[in-house]
């Protein structure tokens, strides 16, 4: 009556990290990086509907041949998506991306091998000296984590705002506002972009602006906001290499229809964007942070990069590429001194 029926016992599990609801009769979950069908099913269609319908009403979310999709979260903040007939055609699909009861801690980071210790020292001078940080990678590759770890760093004193379309960010600090889009009700109206979400942001008197991920033309009221005062903002988005994010940003905020010109637009991500962390999800299943790229300005129409960091196949692990960062006389201006080994030594 209140339950998930059949994959409330994995939702439970710990060792699950993933639900997959392919139809009423064929369920597959995420173990350790590594995908496994298991024995769980529905009785039919109409019960895998009821367990949806559930969900989405707990969050005020609802979902239909006229909204065949939704995101929406569990009670304990899991990542809920859903797909239904007729946009589904083999039966509903429900993915579910559990939320960890305990987030996980920098130090839980340096255990699994995500970064190594020279890596998190940096990145926490990097937070405490208000850079600007945009973590890139694929679908499940950990973005949503490193950004938790990253937020973290935060001095107490300082006033946070975080923008998600799914509330999962779980911040250690006491001055919080949570902020989450809501989509257009059974009339089509009502709907809050994270667009509105950051516009509305700067009002809110923010220290930090945190955007769970920005996917849309909030790229450009982002980048407004990362070059009018709020430094140190720190947000996600789906791209393969830091290239490729940089790529990708532009795309966004050239979504928002302004016109602008390609060469405004770059000057605006390079003054804007400190670093790119990229993170990248590995065959064995593990997720790594392969790259730590400082965004160092503009040579012509090119936004230059350089990396600080980067992944070395045989140490498996990230290791310093021997150059110190642009920005390291701005950090000092926050107290914060990168000491000359950093970038040399090269220990776990």
Known sequence: MLGHGPIESLLRD??????????????????????????????????LRRIIDRICSRVGRRVDEA????DARLPDGSRVNAVVPPIALDGSTLTIRKFAAVPLTVGDLLQYGT???QAAEFLDACVRGRRTILVSGGTGSGKTTILNVL?????????????????????VQDHVVRLESRPPNSEGRGTITTRDLVRNALRMR??????????????????????TGHDGSLTTLHANTPRDALSRLETMVLMAGMDLPIRAIRDQISSAVDLILQVSRFKDGARKITHITEVTGMEGDVV?????????????????????????????????????TMFTARRR
Do not use: C, W
Request: glycine letters at 4%.
């Open 14 to 47: 710990p060792s699950v990290t993933e639900v997959m609801v392919n139809g009423p009769y064929s369920v597959y979950v995420e173990r350790f990086g590594r995908l496994e069908k298991v024995a769980a099913e529905f009785d039919d269609e109409q019960h």
């Open 67 to 70: 909204s065949p999709t939704v």
């Open 115 to 117: 970064l190594t210790r």
């Open 151 to 171: 937020s973290s760093f935060v001095p107490a004193d300082e006033r946070i705002v975080t923008i998600e379309d799914a509330a999962e960010l779980q911040l």
């Open 206 to 227: 923010p220290d930090r602006i945190v955007v769970g991920e920005v996917r849309d033309a909030a790229a450009l009221d982002m980048l407004q906001a990362m070059n």
């Open 304 to 340: 230059t990069l350089q990396d600080l960091f980067r992944y070395d196949t045989s140490a498996r692990a990230e290791l310093p590429t021997g150059i110190r960062p642009h920005f390291t006389e701005t950090l000092e201006l926050y107290g914060v001194t990168l000491p000359s």
